[in-house]
């Protein structure tokens, strides 16, 4: 019907859902999810929180849906780093700056993967078991990149809780808003905690961030 | 009187108040500081929560108060840096090595420090302004070390960042009674993260975990 211009009904449901669970991510990202109301996803979306209602039963099961969101966005963009990726160090690379990519633009910035206090009973252990999965798949990949030679010996817990830690405090300073694209915040991170790993060290970074940046401006306010 | 061997009494009320701040970050780092009580942080000491209320007049003081402890344990450390380190890659890598060592000792792991959100008001922007100071240190020693040849060209503020969150990221993942010494984890971390800012990153790391590590134990859980 329509040659396929509009989505049928099933697909209609999903394209809510996800549109849910983004405004929701976002909404959960600048007040807390302990601050947050389902009142505020719903104005966010233009519609009631009754009509909200018929996608998710509360709260939590929104929390519970951006979090299971993210760790899908992660695996994808982890597989798609091992597919391009040549060495342990390039795969990691790819994967982490696909994801961060993509989790800014999908979810906004991942500010609410820092709360897991929000995480309740079998939900919070459900996700701790994809994050543990995810973290593993990046301990595999600096010891195959210590194997080919493009890692230097390091911890490869350290190295991991190092590459997590960079990405996901990007929620506590980067702004929408701001002077700088995700795409060049993406580029500029990750090139950056990554060259600490490398058995090679480039002698200078590429990304634009880092090629336009003046020593001397340090104390201007951002 | 007692040849000093007992503080009078303006000092021991200030051990009280030390020991109340530590024992509330630790209660709120576990906890959550939205989940945490002060009957939690009285239990913790061994003291009635009436006991509490003479020293503190509710939880938000005591949430603004771990936060200055560990802005006063941070800007200490980074001062002590200044002084002992050559370089600015020096400087920075012992200002944050005994910065995450004494906050470790002192309030148990900085988990509180990622919960801006529970300050409010006045105290939130005092905090934010001390942060931002402490920030804008950091970033002269950056662009400090790109004069003195120590340091890369790098984005000032793309480098804290990254230090930042790879510090602050310790409170998610270390636990006080793991196999892990509060001192080989700042080293090991520190080394690590710092290592990509280095103009001349050497070949190898030499802090323990990372002399001991034995690539292939990666799939083992923590």
Not at 23 to 33: M, Q, Y
Not at 35 to 40: E, I, R
Not at 52 to 72: F, G, Q, T
Not at 154 to 182: C, N, Q
Request: proline content about 3%.
């Amino acid at each position: 019907m329509w040659g396929n211009a509009v989505p049928n009904r099933a697909a209609q449901q999903e394209l809510k859902r996800q549109a849910i669970i983004r405004a929701a991510a976002r909404v959960f990202s600048r007040r807390g999810s302990h601050g947050a109301k389902l009142d505020d996803v719903a104005e966010r979306l233009g519609v009631s929180t009754a009509a909200l209602y018929r996608y998710v039963s509360n709260k939590n099961d929104l929390i519970l849906a951006c979090h299971e969101e993210a760790m899908e966005i992660a695996d994808k963009a982890l597989t798609a780093g091992e597919e391009a990726g040549d060495t342990g160090l390039e795969k990691i690379y790819l994967g982490l700056r696909n994801y961060l990519l993509e989790m800014m633009a999908v979810l906004g910035v991942p500010a609410l993967i820092m709360e897991e206090n929000a995480l309740v009973g079998d939900a919070a252990e459900r996700i701790y078991g994809l994050r543990d999965d995810y973290e593993r798949r990046l301990r595999a990949l600096v010891v195959e990149g210590q194997r080919d030679g493009s890692i230097i010996a390091v911890e490869p817990k350290i190295a991991v809780f190092m590459l997590l830690g960079t990405m996901h405090w990007v929620a506590k300073w980067y702004r929408e808003d701001g002077a700088w694209s995700a795409d060049d915040v993406s580029d500029a991170i990750i090139e950056l905690v990554t060259r600490s790993l490398a058995a090679k060290p480039p002698k200078t970074l590429e990304s634009k961030l880092h090629v336009n940046a003046e020593p001397g401006t340090a104390g201007k306010s951002r």
